[in-house]
């Protein structure tokens, strides 16, 4: 399965946006990562076959996955974003149903990653 990010850009601190992660095949678990420069790979956001979502606690309230499954597609919807989101976000992907605050090695399929600035 390969997958590949976009939307990535430049924001000012308050602003949004929505990264889009395309996939060319099925799988059970969706997901976006990021990272920071310095900074580990961490959790943003997963969504399930189901539907099922989950996010880490400082995106809640702030960061929203959804899917168009007709399109094989996963979106995070970003708003009220803070310098401190500044990160490359990747999309990742799992054949199976990865727990609520899944670790990196939990997915077997990565994107490229997409940039993500907010100045101040």
């Known amino acids: 399965v390969q997958l590949q990010a976009s939307g990535g850009g430049l924001v000012q601190a308050g602003g949004s946006l929505r990264l889009s992660c395309a996939a060319s095949g099925r799988t059970t678990s969706r997901g976006w990562f990021r990272q920071a420069p310095g900074k580990e790979r961490e959790f943003v956001a997963r969504i399930t076959w189901t539907g099922s979502t989950s996010y880490a606690d400082s995106m809640k309230g702030r960061f929203t996955i959804s899917r168009d499954i007709t399109k094989n597609m996963v979106y995070l919807q970003m708003n009220s974003l803070e310098p401190e989101d500044t990160a490359v976000y990747y999309c990742?992907?799992?054949?199976?149903?990865?727990?609520?605050?899944?670790?990196?090695?939990?997915?077997?399929?990565w994107g490229q990653g997409t940039l993500v600035t907010v100045s101040s």
């Open positions: 990742a992907a799992a054949d199976r149903v990865v727990g609520r605050y899944p670790a990196f090695g939990d997915f077997a399929y």
